[in-house]
């Protein structure tokens, strides 16, 4: 690795505190507190050798850019928002290419995320425990230093939905499934347990989801696939009689019913779905409506958040009683990219994506080597940010695509 080992396990760490660490800075956009952290770090990295970027990454930028083109012609007011946008998820690029700057650091790499994941594991189980012993109190004491963290909304139907050091459960799904896939493929029986039993006691619906992929992806070809698909479909239908899930998917599935059906829907009816399941349709609806003003190229990178209450507004009935959604990102991946990069920006990100894992696939490298492993691990942790997670300008995403750039291309830094 290129930076201080210290520096990089301390940031891999970071990643996961969102409100500790990633402190806005109100500089007229959004400016978080570690980019500051982060630049120094790049600056010590500049001053000892001559240093640039990926060719790929440096092209993922520039598709970024141009694609928000379209949006900033129809609304110039988000140049402002695109900006933030791209300077930060340049930082977080720049800062991660540190770490993986080619084939040969993917290993070192793999192994700093899983001790990082490790912890974090950790604290989640022991956030089980001292609610178990203690109660709700007991755990907002234990981890008080989390912002923004309202452990009272984690009791649901019986069940205490561990977070850890975490900002809430489902992140769980985000950030351990990956780790998860990279302790199957290297055989990691003391990790995969551990893993496996912090994700148990979350209660999460995502971090169930996020383990089943994690196991259908890690494994090879053949009947031991068809045999592992079986057994996660069979546990999936286990799953959806505990009521911690169920109370969720029931709504999702009715109100996904009556969008159907051109049914009108209610804000305060949505509303006491409650939580995620709430903010998923919600957002789903903006989405949609906005897909029909601007469906070829989208709003412009970042513009949900511009256009939310707007939108918001338009799709729900009594939507000025809603108090509390997610109004960022639209709260899933999928939903993002079809509302700020449109059909045509969504479309080349997936046939791009999937037509580097099918030529990475088609070399046959070994099943235990660092670039098989970095591309299911990234694959996984895709697959569930675009059921649940938006977060572009975020390390772990950066972490992931420029893990699966680097593992996928022959090209060298761009000098």
């Given at each position: 690795?290129?930076?201080?080992?210290?520096?990089?396990?301390?940031?891999?760490?970071?990643?996961?505190?969102?409100?500790?660490?990633?402190?806005?800075?109100?500089?007229?956009?959004?400016?978080?507190?570690?980019?500051?952290?982060?630049?120094?770090?790049?600056?010590?990295?500049?001053?000892?050798?001559?240093?640039?970027?990926?060719?790929?990454?440096?092209?993922?930028?520039?598709?970024?850019?141009?694609?928000?083109?379209?949006?900033?012609?129809?609304?110039?007011?988000?140049?402002?928002?695109?900006?933030?946008?791209?300077?930060?998820?340049?930082?977080?690029?720049?800062?991660?290419?540190?770490?993986?700057d080619?084939?040969?650091?993917?290993?070192?790499?793999?192994?700093?995320?899983?001790?990082?994941?490790?912890?974090?594991?950790?604290?989640?189980?022991?956030?089980?425990?001292?609610?178990?012993?203690?109660?709700?109190?007991?755990?907002?004491?234990?981890?008080?230093?989390?912002?923004?963290?309202?452990?009272?909304n984690?009791?649901?139907?019986g069940?205490?939905?561990?977070?850890?050091i975490?900002?809430?459960?489902?992140?769980?799904?985000?950030?351990?499934?990956?780790?998860?896939?990279f302790?199957?493929?290297?055989?990691?029986?003391?990790?995969?347990?551990?893993?496996?039993?912090?994700?148990?006691?979350?209660?999460?619906?995502?971090?169930?989801?996020?383990?089943?992929?994690?196991?259908?992806?890690?494994?090879?070809g053949?009947?031991?696939?068809?045999?592992?698909?079986?057994?996660?479909?069979?546990?999936?239908?286990?799953?959806?009689?505990?009521?911690?899930?169920?109370?969720?998917?029931?709504?999702?599935?009715?109100?996904?019913t009556?969008?159907?059906?051109?049914?009108?829907?209610?804000?305060?009816?949505?509303?006491?779905?409650?939580?995620?399941?709430?903010?998923?349709?919600?957002?789903?609806?903006?989405?949609?409506e906005?897909?029909?003003?601007?469906?070829?190229?989208?709003?412009?990178?970042?513009?949900?958040?511009?256009?939310?209450?707007?939108?918001?507004?338009?799709?729900?009935?009594?939507?000025?009683?809603?108090?509390?959604?997610y109004?960022?990102?639209?709260g899933?991946?999928?939903?993002?990219?079809?509302?700020?990069?449109g059909?045509?920006?969504?479309?080349?990100?997936f046939?791009?994506?999937?037509k580097?894992?099918?030529?990475?696939?088609?070399?046959?490298?070994?099943?235990?080597?660092?670039?098989?492993?970095?591309?299911?691990?990234?694959?996984?942790?895709?697959?569930?940010?675009?059921?649940?997670?938006?977060?572009?300008?975020?390390?772990?995403?950066?972490?992931?695509?420029?893990?699966f750039?680097?593992?996928?291309?022959k090209?060298?830094?761009?000098?």
């Open positions: 690795m290129k930076v201080n080992k210290l520096l990089c396990g301390l940031l891999m760490m970071g990643m996961f505190l969102d409100g500790f660490l990633w402190t806005d800075v109100f500089l007229g956009f959004d400016f978080r507190g570690v980019y500051v952290v982060l630049l120094i770090a790049i600056a010590i990295e500049a001053t000892r050798s001559h240093y640039s970027l990926h060719r790929d990454i440096l092209i993922i930028f520039s598709f970024l850019l141009l694609s928000s083109i379209p949006g900033i012609i129809n609304n110039t007011s988000i140049i402002i928002v695109v900006v933030s946008q791209l300077l930060g998820s340049f930082i977080f690029a720049w800062f991660v290419y540190l770490i993986i080619s084939k040969r650091n993917l290993e070192s790499a793999m192994r700093l995320y899983q001790k990082a994941t490790s912890i974090i594991a950790v604290t989640v189980i022991i956030d089980q425990v001292v609610f178990l012993v203690g109660g709700l109190d007991a755990s907002q004491m234990v981890f008080s230093f989390v912002p923004a963290r309202s452990i009272e984690y009791y649901e139907s069940f205490y939905r561990a977070a850890g975490l900002y809430e459960p489902s992140q769980a799904g985000i950030v351990l499934a990956p780790s998860l896939v302790a199957l493929i290297r055989k990691q029986t003391p990790r995969v347990l551990l893993l496996l039993f912090s994700i148990v006691v979350t209660f999460s619906t995502l971090a169930y989801i996020g383990a089943l992929l994690a196991l259908i992806i890690s494994k090879k053949g009947i031991k696939t068809f045999l592992t698909v079986i057994f996660v479909i069979i546990l999936f239908q286990f799953l959806l009689f505990l009521p911690f899930i169920s109370d969720r998917l029931s709504p999702l599935l009715k109100f996904s009556l969008l159907f059906y051109g049914n009108n829907l209610y804000a305060t009816e949505i509303q006491a779905a409650g939580g995620s399941v709430a903010t998923l349709i919600a957002n789903a609806m903006i989405t949609i906005g897909i029909r003003a601007q469906p070829l190229f989208g709003h412009g990178l970042g513009s949900f958040r511009v256009y939310y209450h707007e939108l918001l507004d338009k799709v729900l009935i009594g939507a000025s009683e809603l108090i509390g959604f109004n960022k990102g639209g899933s991946l999928l939903l993002r990219m079809l509302f700020e990069l059909f045509v920006g969504t479309i080349i990100i046939v791009t994506y999937i580097r894992l099918i030529k990475i696939l088609k070399l046959k490298l070994d099943r235990n080597s660092p670039e098989i492993a970095w591309v299911s691990a990234s694959t996984c942790f895709f697959m569930v940010s675009l059921l649940r997670k938006d977060a572009i300008v975020s390390l772990y995403f950066w972490i992931f695509l420029v893990g750039t680097v593992a996928t291309s090209r060298k830094a761009f000098n």
